[in-house]
Structures are given as structure tokens and as C-alpha cells.
């Protein structure tokens, strides 16, 4: 199965600040068949980005994704108060799907 | 817009059987091609365990598929879980949502704890 490793584990950072999280494939995946998505406690993963840029109904044009292959960046250009939460990436496109570990978005 | 709700028991014995249901609304369960189950242990990340298409074809998380088995009833609108021999690795929040290998997982049921526990 294609491992996801997502990188850092937690980040500290302020409203206003720029969240740089990583997404990196164990072999070569499809852009078409990775998303992204939001968690916060007690409530499910809610879908934030899918294919190579598309957001989901929704979500605001301050996140963003981009890379190819084996490295996959989800970039939320300005932290704003309800940003704060897990984010974990999923690709879907090998059996089984895979979801890597999460990166907890904290407030510094 | 579409909804999913999960329910069904919230403890199971050791060695017993786990059976969920997840009740679509909202849209026909034969609209979409795939729907799945994934669980995510207290503190912990998630896992995806299997999918059905509305016609009964599965596809299984080869890590569980010795143990699982997901069923879908399309005059009720809904498909289930169910897994045996479970332990305590097996407590966990199961999710129903829409979608699986291939196919995007959009819309997600709330949730359900499911806790293995004597």
C-alpha cells in the first residue's frame, strides 16, 4: 500500500501567518486522486481540496495545494481563527485508499 | 444535499461482532458508484476498511478483509458494517461516507465511538 508521511507533525502559528504542510508519497501518485481534508475535535474530516487545485464547495481561496509525484504541499496563506485544526491528505487512486498521519495546526 | 447518519451499538464484547448501519438521505444510495467505511482509534489517524457499489460489489482493506464484510440494502437506502473477532485494537469512531478507491470521499456521516470493551 503507498504510505502518506505528512510533515510536521504540529505546527505552532499565529492568526495572520502562513501554514506550510507536507504530504509525501512512499511511490509516485496521481494529483487526480489526492485530497485533503480538515478535522477538528469531535467532528469528522470535512473535504477541503481534491484533484490537482479544486476546492470544495465552501472553502476559501486561502488554501491551496501544489506539488506532483511524491511531495504534495497544502498552503493556508493567511491562519484565520477557524483554521486551527488536523489536516490530513488521502490519496485514492491505489487499494486501499490511505490517509497519512495528520499535521495539527495549533495556536502559538 | 447529501447526509449520511450512523448507528448501531456502542460496546462490543471482546470476541464479538460489530455491526454498523449508515443511513443515506438526501439522494439515492444508487446515484453514487461507491461507499465506504473508515474508523480512526482515539487520538489517531484515519483508516480506510472497505466500500460497496450500489450493486453489492466490494472492495476490502486488506489489513481488515479477513474480518469484514459490508452489506448494502438499496430499499432502505443504506449499507453496513460489520466486523468479527474484534479487540480492544478494534474501539474506534466509524464513518460512513461517500466515496472510496477512485472516487472522491465528499459527503461523511458524524461518527459513531464504537468501544471493544468486556
Known amino acids: 500500500e503507498i504510505v502518506l508521511t505528512q510533515s510536521p507533525g504540529t505546527v505552532s502559528l499565529s492568526p495572520g501567518e502562513r501554514a506550510t504542510l507536507s504530504c509525501r508519497a512512499s511511490?509516485?501518485?496521481?494529483?487526480?486522486?489526492l485530497a485533503w481534508y480538515q478535522q477538528k475535535p469531535g467532528q469528522a474530516p470535512r473535504l477541503l481540496i481534491y484533484?490537482?487545485?479544486s476546492r470544495a464547495t465552501g472553502i476559501p481561496d486561502r488554501f491551496s495545494v501544489s506539488g506532483s509525484g511524491t511531495d504534495f504541499t497544502l498552503t493556508i496563506s493567511r491562519l484565520e481563527p477557524e483554521d486551527f485544526a488536523v489536516y490530513y491528505c488521502q490519496q485514492y487512486g491505489s487499494s486501499p485508499p490511505t490517509f497519512g498521519q495528520g499535521t495539527k495546526v495549533e495556536i502559538k | 444535499q447529501v447526509q449520511l447518519q450512523e448507528s448501531g451499538p456502542g460496546l462490543v464484547k471482546p470476541s464479538g461482532t460489530l455491526s454498523l448501519t449508515c443511513e443515506v438521505s438526501?439522494?439515492?444510495?444508487?446515484?453514487?458508484?461507491?461507499w465506504s467505511w473508515v474508523r480512526q482509534p482515539p487520538g489517531k489517524g484515519l483508516e480506510w476498511i472497505g466500500e460497496i457499489n450500489y450493486s453489492g460489489s466490494t472492495n476490502y482493506n486488506p489489513s481488515l478483509k479477513s474480518r469484514v464484510t459490508i452489506s448494502v440494502d438499496k430499499s432502505k437506502n443504506q449499507f453496513s458494517l460489520k466486523v468479527t473477532s474484534v479487540t480492544a485494537a478494534d474501539t474506534a469512531v466509524y464513518y460512513c461516507a461517500r466515496g472510496g478507491l477512485l472516487a472522491l470521499s465528499d459527503y461523511w456521516g458524524q461518527g459513531t465511538l464504537v468501544t471493544v470493551s468486556s
Open positions: 438526501g439522494g439515492s444510495i444508487s446515484s453514487a458508484n461507491w
Open positions: 511511490q509516485s501518485i496521481s494529483s487526480t486522486y
Open positions: 484533484g490537482a487545485s
